[in-house]
């Protein structure tokens, strides 16, 4: 059974900390890994892996992807209070529908004054 | 730039009624679906559709029936509410043919059965 697994569950920050956020996955015929941030509304997308060792950024943070350990992350640096969410990690696999995906339970990040 | 379309934002139910979540996407993406996000939970597949007249089950689809019967849209259909049915119900869809397409959410339908 395909499997997405995110830790910690929560954390809490200072303003400025630099945070790591972690996703392991275990999925059969693997299409990629997607990153999305969560505040009281819809996931927005963030980041799309496909290929080991490439680090995908936008502005503070970053993400990397590393196919062998089945392991992604997602850093956030000199975080600010905006930056608190929850974050979603999804494991998509080519599934007999062409398409599934696959949510882990995400990690609440709180980042306070 | 609609993208993905949910309606209602609220809801709400009493045990036994009946209701139909509308969802539409004007990117022409052939796959849809329905989750449900609970505390705790996470984002849990209820049903899915890869293209008009397809449509499968996913994790949780009990309580819950959909159709595809044009591209545009994916209503989710709840026949005699639950207690247990009460959520935020989120509806997706991704182009399947271009692989760097992510899945794009609408924003939500707060649920509540009492």
């Known amino acids: 059974e395909d499997k997405v697994v995110q830790s910690p569950l929560s954390l809490v920050v200072h303003e400025g900390d630099t945070v790591t956020l972690n996703c392991s996955y275990e999925?059969?015929?693997?299409?990629?890994l997607l990153w999305y941030k969560q505040e009281k509304k819809a996931p927005t997308f963030l980041f799309m892996l496909?290929?080991?060792?490439i680090e995908k950024k936008s502005g503070r943070l970053s993400s990397i992807l590393d196919k062998k350990e089945l392991f992604s992350i997602l850093n956030i640096t000199a975080t600010q209070t905006g930056d608190s969410a929850v974050y979603l990690c999804a494991g998509v696999t080519n599934s007999n529908s062409g398409y599934a995906l696959n949510f882990g339970k995400g990690t609440s990040l709180l980042v306070t004054p | 730039n609609a993208g993905v379309t949910q309606t209602p934002k609220f809801q709400v139910l009493k045990t036994g009624q009946s209701m139909t979540l509308q969802c539409a996407q004007d990117m022409n993406h052939e796959y849809m679906s329905w989750y449900r996000q609970d505390p705790g939970m996470g984002l849990r597949l209820i049903h899915y559709?890869?293209?008009?007249?397809?449509?499968d089950q996913g994790e949780v689809p009990n309580g819950y029936n959909v159709s595809r019967s044009t591209t545009e849209d994916f209503p989710l259909r709840l026949l005699s509410a639950a207690p247990s049915q009460t959520s935020v119900y989120f509806c997706?869809?991704?182009?399947?043919?271009?692989?760097?397409?992510?899945?794009?959410f609408g924003n939500g339908t707060r649920l509540t059965v009492t």
């Open positions: 999925v059969t015929n693997f299409r990629s």
């Open positions: 997706a869809s991704t182009l399947l043919r271009r692989a760097s397409s992510p899945l794009h």
């Open positions: 496909t290929s080991s060792g």
């Open positions: 559709s890869v293209g008009a007249g397809i449509t």
